[in-house]
Each structure stands twice: as C-alpha cells, then as structure tokens.
C-alpha cells in the first residue's frame, strides 16, 4: 500500500506561479511512476505531467509542456509540479497519483494510488 499526500494549492494570480508537493509512504515499487493529474468543475480529469523514480524521465500534456516541470526527490519520496506562467485554466484539483505498473501513464485508469488533491485556483 502507498499513501500519497499532497500539498501546496491555494490561490494565485494569473501569470504567477505555484508549487505542489506530493509525498509518498509506504511500499514504493522499481516501475513507480508518479503522476500528476487534474478535475475542474464541470469536467473530466486530464493528465498533467508524470516521472518515473527510476530514471527520472518525464512527461507533459500539451496544455503544460514549457510552463509546469515535474521533479522529484528520491531521499524525500516526494515529487514537485512546479507551475509557472499560470492562467485561469488551470484552476482545478489536482491530485497526485502512483503507477505501480509504469505503462500507460496518460491513462487515469492505470493509476494505483490516489492521494486526496489539493486546490489550485488561478485568478485572471
């Protein structure tokens, strides 16, 4: 089992920046891929970004490619989503989550490991 706890949401002007921590307990697995994801009012969750612990390769959605950056700290077990330049879109929960398997990281269904989310609420 893998506890995942996210913080760092809150409010932020548009073009502005926020940082989201996630960190992670328990079990962890070689494959893990950490995940982040996002559900605004009204809409499906969308994928975000995503690493992997081993290797630390990275992947982006292309709303967020060149303004978030996804990084981790192995000591921390934790994982960051640096948000820049952000616009009113973004507003949403974002939530934190772990791929034990390490295939198919666009896909929410293939996410063990939910942590609770936090809000992000950008104003324009």
């Known amino acids: 089992q893998v506890q995942l706890v996210e913080s760092g949401g809150g409010l932020a002007q548009a073009g502005g920046s926020l940082r989201l921590s996630c960190a992670a307990s328990?079990?962890?697995?070689?494959?893990?891929?950490m995940g982040w994801f996002r559900q605004a009012p009204g809409k499906e969750r969308e994928f975000v970004a995503a690493?992997?612990?081993?290797?630390?390769?990275?992947y982006y959605s292309d709303s967020v490619k060149g303004r978030f950056t996804i990084s981790r700290d192995n000591a921390k077990n934790t994982v960051y989503l640096q948000m820049n330049s952000l616009k009113p879109e973004d507003t949403a929960v974002y939530y934190c989550?772990?791929?034990?398997?390490?295939?198919?990281?666009?896909?929410?269904?293939?996410?063990?490991?939910w942590g609770q989310g936090t809000q992000v609420t950008v104003s324009s």
């Open positions: 328990g079990r962890t697995f070689s494959s893990y891929v």
């Open positions: 690493i992997r612990w081993s290797g630390g390769n990275t």
């Open positions: 989550a772990g791929n034990r398997g390490g295939l198919y990281l666009y896909s929410m269904a293939r996410y063990d490991d």
